[in-house]
C-alpha cells in the first residue's frame, strides 16, 4: 500500500488512494513518502511486531528474526511477501530449511566482508568486550564496524562478554527452526506477512537489496525444472 507522509506535522501513513488531507492533523494535500520515510515507517513497525512475539521465542529464533528482517529491506517486501508466503510459511519443512540456508550464507558472506573492511582500516576484533547500558558493545573502532558485523553483535549469547563469531550464525539450529518453529516465531512470520503484503512493486525497477532473494526464487525455480 502506498506511502503518503504530511508536510506539516510529519506524519506518515498508508493509503490505497491519493488522501486529500493527513488524518493527523487535517493538513491538505500529503505528499508521496520519500525512500528514508518509507523504510522507517516499516522498520519501525516491523521491529515493533518482532518485539511483540520475542518473549515466546527460543533465543535462537530471536537472533535468527535479526537475521532475517536485516537481510528483506522494506523496500523489498514485494518479494519478501512471495518468499513468506511460497518459500516459508507455506513450504514443506525441506523447502523452508533450503531458504534459511540462503539467507545464513548471504548474512555470513556479509558479515566476513564487513571484517575483511575492519581490517583494512587497523582496527582488530577483541575476544572479550564490554558492553554499555544500552546493550552496545564497548570496543575499539566501533563506528568503524559494518551493519552486518553490528548485527552479529546484537545477538543474544549465553556470555554477553564474549564476542560473538561466525560459529553464533552457524550453530542457529535452522533445521528446528524449519520443522518445529515456536507458535510465537510463526506468528511473527505470519504478522511480517501480513503487513508487507500490499507494499507495491518498486516501480518496476529491481533495487540491489533484492538479489539474495531473487536469488533463492531463481535456485528453487532451477531445482523444479530439473525433476
Not at 520475542?54 to 533465543?59: E, I, K, N, S
Not at 531458504?99 to 577483541?126: C, H, N, P
Request: glycine letters at 4%.
Amino acid at each position: 500500500m502506498p506511502l503518503y507522509t504530511c508536510p506539516r506535522c510529519h506524519n506518515t501513513f498508508p493509503s490505497t488512494d491519493k488522501p486529500s488531507a493527513c488524518p493527523e492533523c487535517g493538513h491538505q494535500w500529503p505528499i508521496p513518502a520519500s525512500e528514508v520515510e518509507f523504510n522507517t515507517y516499516y522498520s519501525t513497525r516491523l521491529a515493533s511486531i518482532r518485539e511483540s512475539c520475542a518473549p515466546g521465542m527460543t533465543m535462537d529464533e530471536r537472533n535468527w528474526t535479526r537475521i532475517l528482517l536485516f537481510l528483506n529491506k522494506p523496500m523489498v517486501s514485494f518479494y519478501t511477501s512471495h518468499l513468506l508466503r511460497h518459500y516459508v510459511l507455506e513450504a514443506t519443512p525441506e523447502m523452508c530449511l533450503d531458504t534459511y540456508r540462503g539467507f545464513r550464507w548471504e548474512y555470513t558472506r556479509m558479515v566476513k566482508q564487513d571484517r575483511i573492511a575492519l581490517q583494512l582500516e587497523g582496527f582488530k576484533e577483541s575476544r572479550l568486550l564490554m558492553r554499555r547500558e544500552d546493550g552496545t558493545p564497548l570496543v575499539k573502532g566501533w563506528d568503524h564496524y559494518g551493519a552486518a558485523l553490528r548485527l552479529l553483535y546484537s545477538f543474544e549469547t549465553t556470555d554477553p562478554h564474549k564476542a560473538p563469531n561466525l560459529g553464533n550464525i552457524t550453530r542457529i539450529d535452522l533445521e528446528r527452526i524449519a520443522a518445529q518453529p515456536s507458535a510465537a516465531y510463526t506468528q511473527f512470520l505470519w504478522n511480517w506477512l501480513e503487513a508487507v503484503k500490499d507494499v507495491p512493486s518498486p516501480m518496476g525497477f529491481l533495487l540491489s537489496e533484492a538479489k539474495p532473494l531473487l536469488k533463492l526464487m531463481k535456485k528453487d525455480e532451477n531445482s523444479i525444472k530439473g525433476l
